[in-house]
């Protein structure tokens, strides 16, 4: 696919996914590498490592219980109010956690840690929601407007390459301000990019057209929490009723529920296993290879999806997509539960633990679009106004999940977190068999029914149980 030959509003459309999944990705970059070795060192020094740890994987729940009682109300906001003002106001939530986490640098009291890292908690919660589904939402339903012959999975992956270019220089810098004590710098960076992008959205991005919102200027709060609930009613309702969508989803979720464990923690790992000398090098020599191989992903899905559509001249079939997304799944689930059990039985597991990260962080390239792609292609059009809803229980059940496990999947100390790892990677393995299973009888269905095969550009048929 050729972008310069696309129509000026569908590269318009191309242009704010890249800026603003750049912007995300270099914010992420700054703080997703050392957030957690910030909360565990200064816990720690107050403390023993046993209850620094337990401390820091709490405090990562409580942020987790926060989205997961957000994500869902959130979501509807975005299909009431607009995607576009939804958007806005995660990114001036995400500069306020920003602002919170450099006021914690500062900080040397476990009370004052725990009570700032609590407020930062509150804003990334909205901030994380607000964005969540929404965003992919506004990109998918303007591509359908303005062009429903271009099929989003190439958008997506394509944004998301561009998140984790981000990311790269984001870690980079975060990682070397935290080296240098000084990594308050690299949360005002965030949320100086932030307060950018906040600019950048509201002049740039424009409202989907053919779906009704609220104008929330003019009308009252019962009027619009009134429409929140119908929206939320409609939207479980059209999640609970398909077993294509709920399977995706809980796949999607303990995927998410192993990369969130590994990303939280494996500094916290590096910090304690590797001596001081080389930790540097090999912190940033890590986050770069990290973020590499998920830009790999994502391009790779890229390439193939474009290939797929200049041969067909077609959206990517779903049972391809599927394939993917499964294969993928078990890709990064194996190489954790091997990790585990090696660090189970005391062998020295670096290299090996490098390899595993990798293999997890290579997935999510792949299965986030994927993901994406296939949840809308599933809800049907008469549903466009709850797709941010719909959307939104993915990472609803991500955060249950890290919330009621986030503790044991921390492990006992930062050199024995590894272990623990194998509870999220489990849940992926099994997830992703019963997925395969229930999406692959889903697709025969719907060829038995028809008696031919499924055309990409037909409007996605809603499985009910």
């Not at 696309?6 to 750049?22: D, N, T, Y």
Request: with cysteine; charged share 10%; glycine share 6%.
């Amino acid at each position: 696919m050729n972008i310069k030959s696309l129509s000026p509003e569908v590269r318009h459309i191309w242009r704010v996914a890249k800026v603003v999944q750049g912007v995300m990705g270099f914010t992420m970059g700054l703080y997703v590498f050392t957030y957690g070795p910030l909360f565990y060192e200064k816990l720690s020094h107050a403390s023993d490592p046993k209850l620094g740890m337990t401390l820091t994987t709490l405090w990562f729940a409580i942020m987790t219980a926060l989205i997961t009682f957000l994500e869902v109300p959130t979501g509807a906001i975005g299909d009431v109010i607009g995607r576009k003002w939804t958007v806005v106001w995660s990114f001036v939530c995400r500069m306020c956690f920003f602002i919170f986490l450099a006021a914690i640098s500062f900080s040397q009291s476990i009370t004052l840690v725990l009570t700032l890292g609590i407020i930062a908690a509150l804003f990334f919660g909205f901030s994380y929601t607000f964005f969540s589904g929404t965003f992919t939402a506004w990109c998918v339903d303007s591509l359908r407007e303005r062009a429903p012959d271009i099929g989003y999975e190439h958008l997506l992956s394509r944004s998301y390459t561009y998140n984790f270019l981000a990311q790269i220089l984001g870690g980079i810098l975060g990682v070397l301000f935290y080296v240098w004590h000084i990594p308050y710098v690299g949360f005002l960076i965030g949320a100086l990019s932030c307060m950018v992008c906040v600019a950048f959205c509201l002049g740039e991005m424009e409202e989907v057209k053919n779906i009704q919102f609220l104008e929330h200027k003019t009308v009252s709060l019962t009027v619009i929490t009134r429409r929140i609930g119908e929206i939320l009613g409609v939207g479980f309702q059209v999640f609970s009723k398909s077993s294509v969508i709920l399977s995706l989803t809980l796949v999607f979720a303990s995927y998410m529920f192993v990369v969130n464990i590994v990303d939280y923690l494996w500094p916290v790992y590096l910090r304690t296993r590797v001596p001081t000398n080389i930790q540097t090098s090999l912190w940033i020599g890590l986050v770069v290879a990290i973020l590499l191989v998920s830009t790999l992903g994502s391009h790779t899905l890229t390439l193939w999806t474009r290939r797929w559509h200049k041969k067909n001249g077609a959206r990517t079939h779903n049972t391809v997509l599927r394939r993917w997304f499964i294969a993928t799944s078990l890709f990064a689930a194996l190489p954790i539960l091997t990790l585990s059990w090696l660090t189970a039985r005391g062998l020295d597991t670096f290299w090996y633990f490098t390899f595993a990260i990798l293999a997890v962080e290579y997935a999510y390239g792949v299965i986030a679009p994927c993901y994406e792609t296939l949840v809308n292609n599933y809800i049907p059009e008469e549903h466009s106004q709850q797709r941010a809803t719909i959307m939104s229980f993915g990472s609803l059940m991500r955060s249950l999940l890290v919330m009621l496990l986030a503790i044991p999947a921390g492990g006992t100390s930062g050199a024995k977190t590894t272990i623990g790892w194998a509870i999220p990677a489990f849940l992926l393995l099994a997830s992703a068999i019963i997925g395969n299973f229930v999406l692959k009888r889903a697709q025969r269905k719907t060829l038995c029914a028809t008696e031919l095969p499924p055309q990409p550009l037909a409007s996605p048929i809603l499985e009910k149980e």
